[in-house]
């Protein structure tokens, strides 16, 4: 499964808006049930209302009716991670998931999210 989950995210990459950064960003989320949703960044000409690919990835599936994730993959021509916000959504939504990283050939690493945000910042502390 997780070679497919890794071809989604660079498939997406295809799909992205990026007239601005020409940075293409491809993600992808595995679902509980096993559905692979992706996801691709999305500019905007005010850089505020950019929206990441992984954001865009969760953000689908959640509106899709899926709440509990197994994994997620984000590719980049060069194997970027995601972005603080990112992380915190990821951390947010999914708590402790894998995440793969990968470039334009393929899988590069694989972090836990709690690796990508030690200490994070959670529902927990609201209460």
Known sequence: MKQKLVQA????????????SNYRVGAAVETESGEII???NVE???YGLTCCAERVALFRA????????NALAVATENGGSPC???????WDLCKEILVHICDKNGLL???SSSELLPDAFD?????
């Open 123 to 127: 529902d927990s502390h609201l209460k």
């Open 84 to 90: 603080g916000a990112c992380r915190q959504v990821i």
């Open 62 to 69: 959640l509106a899709e009716g899926h709440t509990s994730f």
């Open 38 to 40: 992706g996801g691709c």
């Open 44 to 46: 905007s000409s005010s």
């Open 9 to 20: 995210a660079m498939d997406m990459r295809n799909h992205a808006h990026a007239p601005y």
């Open 109 to 111: 690493k694989t972090f």
